[in-house]
């Protein structure tokens, strides 16, 4: 019995020192990335700027912890921190005081005590420790306005108009509109993670055995929880400012979830089986018609008079490029799953690779434009 609690406390230990070492890697990625995105910009930096870097490694970093919740493989936490921590959204708010950044890099931290907090029967302590990122925005602004400081305009909120940056972020960042999207790449894993995340309610919707399980249902209670955050956290960024805070920052909540959701929608594309092809195959025709409808936008603006539109086309040539890599690699997904075949390695360069295209070119471009 001794010998057997001990093996088991080491290999415990083991478990603790990979997940710490796996931290050290993502921070000194995220690190690396982040110099990589703003070195060009440090010899004009002032005191405040250089928080912009701190704020996407942090963020990042935040995000990647709160994912371990869900996502079990580490590219896969990568990526969502990487989603969170240097996509548009986060990178665009640098045209705002680097005060508003650091609020968004540490939403994420606050979300862990609920996440890995309280279980069994303290499991409802989660409930109230959920709304601590809500209370901590409530408590910068308050603080802020104290002090005379407004890191971002109180009535910004978002618009209609802004929803085609979902998709579109480098145009979005062209115009000076609010950045509110995702990069190219990174939709085709949020399509498969919100297939997953949703699941469970399609089990307890139809019925049958799935409904009579209790830990589909315990499981369903938990998706509804962070349906909830979600919904909420959107609704409240496109309503008017109230108790002098900006609507705009609640969005950082949402793009959060769909960040995690993204990195385990990659944990599924690569562990994909035979069931799972028609998700696959879902996704491929998504991101086919989004190359489609990028590359005929790019022809409408290369045809504008004068070349007016030229910037723009090359914009939307490059995102059609993006969105065909990513349906060439689902389709490979596709009939790997359909002739079940796993092949891990392979399904992670063919997803790893438009990725990291995309992010070195994408969150390249938003930042020398938002500086």
Known sequence: MIERADRTRRRGQAVVDMGAARFVAALLTYCAFAVYLYQPHFRSFDKWQYLLAVNALLASAGCY?????????????????AVYGFGPFTLGLAK??????????ALPWLFCPAAFGPRGKWRLLRVPLAALPFLAIFLFFKLSARFGLYPIPIRLKLLPSDLVGLLAPLIAAKRKTTLIGFYHAPIAP???????????????????????????AALTTRRFGIMAIFAGATALSFCDSYLQISPLIFFAISMLVCSILAGAGMQGLVSAGPADR????????????????????????FQTFLGLGNGYAVLFVHAGKMYVLCAIALAIFFFTARAKL??????????????????????????????
């Open 278 to 301: 028609k998700w696959i195959l879902f996704a491929a025709i998504v991101m086919g018609v989004l190359a489609i409808v990028s590359l005929l936008l790019a022809t409408k603006y």
């Open 96 to 105: 705002f005081h680097p005060t508003a950044g650091l609020l968004v890099a």
């Open 190 to 216: 949020l399509i498969m993670g919100i297939s997953i995340f949703l699941a469970p309610l399609k089990l307890l919707a139809t019925g049958g055995i799935g409904q009579r399980l209790k830990s589909t």
């Open 342 to 371: 796993r092949v891990m390695p392979i399904r992670l360069a063919l997803l790893c690779a438009p990725i990291a295209i995309d992010f070195f070119l994408s969150a390249r471009d938003i930042v020398d434009k938002t500086m």
């Open 65 to 81: 912890l709160l994912s371990r919740r869900w996502v079990a493989g580490f590219l896969e936490s990568l990526l969502a921190g």
